[in-house]
């Protein structure tokens, strides 16, 4: 275990923090929804999923286009999809049209999953497609911090600049939601229905327009974390299980329908994933037991304290 | 007036037309294979409606419990040498032993929280499987030894279908019993159905036993006789398959879950190629290039659809939710069995109403 | 100004709990609905406000029919409600809640700041408590930020649901004389449901007394109305 240094911990550290982030701005969406529809959609990986390939297919078809643009509009396709399902599906809900809506949400947002996912089989086959980083980096050798195309040493520790970059495009659209929620009428709007859907309705908000629109918001915000991280990982149809399955974790950690918590679960878990692989005795197992660390954690934190670390209703 | 049950003739003539399959098809080994597949697949989805319609637990593990059954099974046979027969019980008993924990695990959370922490148990047990290779195979798959010593699939066609009927059987006079009624009164209300004396903690647990047990079963059957298993068929949209055959079946009636399972099993069979017209032929081919980008393939005198047969079962399951609450098949079925019944209560009902007129003038 | 005609309501099409009242909230009138507990008293101003679709029956406001108006318009229309349990949106700022009142002209940036600087006003502790989040003021202080919140759009007529159920008497005092207040300086025409039979009397103008989802009586109260007559009759 000699490969176990300071450094080597800052790293994990680091990395765990940079995922996190990320993490969190995808939570950030499954939270909206939950907090003011009152469902988990079980469906929230595949508009990760398909925001990647829209950015893929967009700068395969246009080489020349500004990645920035790309995830903007991968936002947009992925918030129309949301808002036709929210519309087609979901709103009768409200309307008390269906039995045991509780049940009704969960089989239908699962079937909307694989229904996506085999879309997207359809459509691309199951082999992984890569999409080259955003941008080249300059080179820079400040001693502390050197730079190359791909890879950034910060302190000789090494980071990919495609996480960077993702990373720094999560940070900024989290930054825009908070802002949005809290400052513009609408955002307060969602936020007075997911507190007290009566009383909004009393103050003239109407309820099932902020349905579809959190809805909307929800999976745009998947939609781009996906765009994001499209450069990262290798983009396969399936993409969006472990995808969905981190959103789960995230806001149950941080307590389902809260913000702030979505935000600080996202951290945790990119941490707790990134010290599991990295300090699991077995190398060979660790990166395939990646995943499990956090669904480990998922388990236990609903089974002692569902309400998370800043729950507030269930 | 003497009434003919219609459902139960229905019931027999399916039955007969079951037993009877492999003289109907003898010389299509192919179709008897999709057929005892297409039981496997019932015993999942029969099971799943027993667990999520009856007794209201919306459990997404059921195929995790397919797996360690079948694993349990497979390794045993591997490593100790143990025959096919012994390690299906001990997987069975193993997939009953992980349901409890798992049913006493589940016992606080409700339907979201049951559904999230179902399926981040199925995900790890896939994943542990999938790491464990030394121990499992890993990714590989681990190899099965076949149940039989036979290539014909007749023996293993009424293996399947025998297990099926008698799980049937045995989950029929569950959901009919005093325990059937205590899990439907869980699952409308927890609270009142203790208040009133239900021991809610020992028939969930229950419930999550028996049909664990009955998909464990159906597991390793199956495994044993495809000889092989893969920790891919643990995944989550394996686990979609299975809700979509009960829904669409109908998650209130077992019948109508195992028959939508197998409706549904061999039209995707059907759906894998889609015969052409040989006047289209020409015109398909200048296009090859356009269908494969759409994921479609071009054989001989046929289209392979590839993923759309699933785009199609999933649409379906996304509808049926939507519009047709009790399932397509289930609704059919009530359908038939009151046709019976219903020509006896127009007559009744002429009868009182030609009753209530004379009343009436008298007043 | 508020007029009920023959409703019917229920949570089933085939259940009524509410079974052919009428009613007439006179203008700048306190009308006080009273009864015993399970009579439907809460269930007729839900229905009135559209929480719950009347299965029969006729709602107007002045000369428009309002029955099966959807809650979010009704605001529009001039109606608003308060209901039984504090409805406030308890994770906001007390700012942020009574502003959220102004849902309906939240382009009208002038108008917005005039209220709020009216709400303050009326209350001067919400001044100082504007920051402080909704949910963590007390009971009583919470019914302000309430009355607040729902004077933003100038309604013309507050449908009040048992506005002291769960206050001590002192604070139930105060929120009596707001009620007052209002009718008496702002002009309002309140329909106040009330479980607090003495006291509902005291502030209001006329009243119905409800049994078992029918109308029992009503009339106008003055100081010889006879709470056994009331009651008994």
């Not at chain 1, 923090?17 to 469902?39: D, H, K, Q």
């Not at chain 1, 979505?262 to 060979?284: H, N, W």
């Not at chain 2, 992980?98 to 148990?121: D, E, K, M, P, Q």
Request: with cysteine.
């Amino acid at each position: 275990m000699d490969y176990i240094t300071g450094q080597f911990l800052v790293n994990l550290l680091m990395n765990g923090i940079l995922i996190g982030l990320i993490y969190g701005l995808m939570a950030l969406g499954l939270t909206l929804i939950f907090s003011v529809l009152g469902i988990v959609s079980f469906a929230h990986g595949e508009f990760y999923m398909i925001g990647g390939y829209v950015v893929y297919y967009l700068l395969q078809a246009f080489g020349n286009l500004e990645p920035m643009i790309a995830i903007l509009i991968a936002g947009a396709v992925t918030f129309v999809i949301g808002v036709i399902f929210e519309l087609l599906f979901l709103q009768p809900m409200g309307k008390g049209d269906i039995e045991r809506p509780g049940e009704y949400a969960i089989l239908l947002t699962f079937g909307l999953a694989f229904f996506l996912q085999h879309v997207m089989i359809g459509i691309v086959g199951p082999f992984p497609t890569k999409v080259d980083r955003f941008y080249d980096f300059a080179e820079i050798d400040w001693g502390w911090l050197r730079m190359k195309a791909a890879t950034v040493w910060f302190f000789d520790m090494p980071i990919s600049s495609s996480r960077l970059i993702a990373t720094g495009v999560a940070v900024v659209l989290t930054a825009l939601m908070i802002w949005f929620m809290s400052k513009t009428w609408t955002g307060r709007g969602l936020q007075a229905v997911s507190q007290d859907r009566q009383a909004a309705s009393v103050v003239g908000i109407n309820p099932s327009h902020m349905n579809t629109l959190a809805f909307g918001l929800g999976t745009m915000l998947a939609g781009m974390s996906g765009a994001a991280l499209v450069t990262v990982f290798a983009w396969v149809p399936w993409v969006g299980m472990p995808a969905s399955s981190k959103s789960f974790i995230i806001i149950v950690l941080g307590g389902m329908g809260s913000m702030p918590g979505a935000l600080l679960g996202g951290l945790v878990l990119g941490i707790v994933e990134s010290f599991g692989a990295g300090l699991y005795p077995d190398p060979s197992k660790a990166l395939a037991y990646k995943d499990a660390f956090g669904l480990l954690v998922f388990a236990l934190v609903l089974l002692v304290k569902p309400t998370g670390f800043f729950g507030r209703k269930l | 007036m003497k009434r003919i049950p219609i459902q139960g003739v229905l019931l027999v003539l399916l039955l007969i037309f079951a037993f009877a399959f492999p003289r109907i098809m003898q010389g299509q080994p192919y179709w008897l294979y999709v057929a005892l597949q297409s039981f496997f697949w019932a015993m999942m989805a029969a099971s799943w409606a027993l667990l999520a319609g009856y007794a209201g637990q919306f459990s997404f593990a059921h195929i995790a419990f397919m797996g360690i059954a079948s694993y349990t099974s497979g390794i045993l046979g591997r490593d100790l040498g143990w025959s096919p027969i012994s390690g299906i019980i001990l997987g069975t008993l193993m997939a009953g032993l992980v349901g409890v924990l798992v049913g006493y695990l589940c016992l606080r959370l409700r339907r979201t929280y049951l559904a999230l922490f179902t399926i981040a148990f199925s995900e790890i047990v896939r994943l542990i499987i999938n790491a464990e290779h030394e121990f499992t195979g890993g990714p590989m798959g681990l190899y099965m030894e076949p149940l039989l010593e036979t290539t014909s699939y007749v023996p293993t066609y009424y293996i399947m279908l025998v297990a099926l009927i008698v799980s049937l059987a045995i989950m029929y006079a569950i959901a009919n019993s005093r325990l059937g009624l205590f899990l439907r009164s869980i699952r409308e209300d927890e609270e009142a159905a203790a208040a009133m004396g239900v021991h809610v903690v020992r028939y969930k647990i229950l419930a999550f036993v028996i049909t664990s047990m009955i998909a464990g079963i159906a597991g390793a059957l199956d495994h044993h006789i495809i000889g092989f298993i893969a920790p891919n068929e643990l995944m989550i949209p394996r686990m979609s398959l299975v809700i979509a055959m009960a829904v669409i079946g109908g998650t209130e009636s077992l019948i109508s879950a195992s028959l939508g399972a197998i409706f549904i099993h061999f039209a995707m069979e059907w759906l894998q190629k889609i015969p052409v017209p040989a006047s289209w032929m020409p015109s398909l081919r200048e296009n090859t290039a356009t269908l494969q980008q759409f994921g479609l393939s071009l054989g001989e005198g046929y289209l392979q659809t590839n993923a759309w047969r699933m785009v199609l079962f999933g649409l379906m399951l996304m509808l049926t939710l939507r519009f047709w609450r009790n399932g397509l098949i289930q609704p059919l079925l009530e359908k038939i069995g009151r046709q019976g019944v219903a020509e006896e209560t127009v007559a009744k009902r002429k009868f009182s109403q030609e009753e209530n007129e004379i009343e009436g003038t008298e007043a | 100004m508020l007029e009920i005609k023959d409703l019917y309501v229920g949570y089933y099409s085939d259940l009524n709990i509410i079974q052919g009242v009428d009613l007439i909230a006179r203008e700048q009138q306190i009308t006080a609905i009273l009864g015993a507990n399970g009579v439907g008293k809460s269930t007729l101003l839900k229905s009135i406000y559209g929480f719950l679709k009347p299965n029969s029956g006729e709602i107007w406001m002045g000369d428009r029919r309002v029955d099966g108006t959807p809650t979010h318009e009704l605001i529009n229309l001039g109606i608003s409600y308060i209901p039984q349990h504090t409805g406030l949106f308890k994770w906001m700022s007390v700012e942020e809640n009574i502003e959220l009142g102004g849902w309906t002209f939240r382009k009208d940036k002038d108008r917005l700041k005039q209220k709020l600087e009216e709400s303050y006003e009326r209350f001067p502790v919400l001044k100082e408590k504007r920051k402080q989040a909704a949910g963590e003021l007390s009971g009583g202080q919470q019914r302000m930020v309430e009355i607040s919140r729902t004077l933003m759009t100038d309604p013309k007529v507050i449908l009040v649901d048992e506005p002291t159920a769960g206050l001590a008497k002192l604070l139930s005092q105060d929120v009596y004389d707001m009620l007052t207040d209002l009718r008496d300086n702002d002009g309002l025409t309140i329909v106040l449901v009330d479980q607090e039979i003495r006291s509902a009397l005291k502030v209001s103008d006329y009243v119905y007394v409800l049994d078992l989802g029918h109308n029992h009586f009503d009339g106008p109260v003055d100081e010889n109305i006879d709470l056994e007559e009331v009651f008994w009759a």
